[in-house]
C-alpha cells in the first residue's frame, strides 16, 4: 500500500506540471520586386518538440508561363535542395490563370521527424524559393491589379511551456496526499 500511494502521488504530481504538445503555424510572406527573384524565409519555431512531423506550404503567384524545367520554382530547407516545380508538376495543386502569363499554385513538404528535429534545433527555419530567370515581375501584373508574392506556411508541433501555477500544482498534491492519508486511517 505504501509504495503504491507514492506512485499514485507522484503521478498526481506530474500530471500537475505537465507540458502538452500543440500545433504552431507560422508565416511568411514576401513581394516579388525583381525578376527571376530569390526569397529567403526565416521563419521562428520556438520550443519545437523534437521527434515530430511537420508540414510546409509554398504558394506563390508569379510569372510561371514558362514550364521548362530551367525555369522551374526551386526549393532549399536549410540549404537542402527539395526540389523545382513548375504550374505542371504532379505535386503542384490550386493553378490557376490570372492572367497569360501570371499563375497562382500551391506545393507542400512533408518533414518527417528526425528531419523536423534535425532543422528545428537552433530555433528557426531556413527556407530559400528560387523563381526562374523567366519569372517577370512587371508581366502583365499592373493591369490585373495583382502583385506577384511568394508565401510558406510552416505547422509543427510546439511544447506548451506554460507551467500550472504552483498554488494549484500544490491543491492538487496536497489533495492526493490527504486523500491517501484519509484512506490508511480507514484501513487501519
Known amino acids: 500500500m505504501k509504495i503504491f500511494s507514492r506512485v499514485i502521488i507522484a503521478l498526481l504530481f506530474l500530471a500537475s506540471a505537465v507540458s502538452h504538445a500543440?500545433?504552431?503555424?507560422?508565416?511568411?510572406?514576401?513581394?516579388q520586386s525583381v525578376d527571376g527573384q530569390d526569397f529567403s524565409f526565416t521563419l521562428p519555431?520556438?520550443?519545437?518538440?523534437?521527434?515530430?512531423?511537420?508540414?510546409?506550404?509554398?504558394?506563390?503567384?508569379?510569372?510561371?508561363?514558362s514550364t521548362l524545367t530551367a525555369d522551374a520554382v526551386s526549393v532549399f530547407i536549410e540549404g537542402i535542395d527539395y526540389g523545382s516545380y513548375s504550374r505542371e508538376s504532379a505535386n503542384v495543386y490550386s493553378v490557376a490563370a490570372v492572367n497569360d502569363n501570371?499563375?497562382?499554385?500551391?506545393?507542400?513538404?512533408l518533414l518527417m521527424p528526425n528531419t523536423t528535429t534535425q532543422f528545428l534545433a537552433d530555433g528557426v527555419l531556413n527556407v530559400d524559393v528560387s523563381l526562374g530567370d523567366a519569372a517577370y515581375?512587371?508581366?502583365?501584373?499592373?493591369?490585373?491589379?495583382?502583385?506577384?508574392?511568394?508565401?510558406?506556411?510552416?505547422t509543427y508541433n510546439r511544447m506548451n511551456t506554460a507551467e500550472v501555477p504552483i498554488p494549484?500544482?500544490?491543491?492538487?498534491?496536497?489533495?492526493?496526499?490527504?486523500?491517501?492519508?484519509?484512506?490508511?486511517?480507514?484501513?487501519a
Open 102 to 109: 501570371a499563375y497562382t499554385m500551391n506545393f507542400d513538404v
Open 168 to 187: 494549484a500544482g500544490l491543491v492538487l498534491y496536497a489533495s492526493a496526499l490527504l486523500g491517501f492519508v484519509i484512506i490508511r486511517r480507514h484501513k
Open 22 to 31: 500543440f500545433h504552431s503555424t507560422v508565416s511568411s510572406t514576401t513581394m
Open 137 to 154: 515581375v512587371s508581366q502583365g501584373w499592373s493591369t490585373w491589379g495583382r502583385a506577384p508574392f511568394t508565401s510558406v506556411d510552416f
Open 45 to 65: 519555431t520556438p520550443n519545437a518538440q523534437a521527434g515530430s512531423l511537420s508540414f510546409m506550404t509554398i504558394a506563390m503567384q508569379a510569372d510561371l508561363a
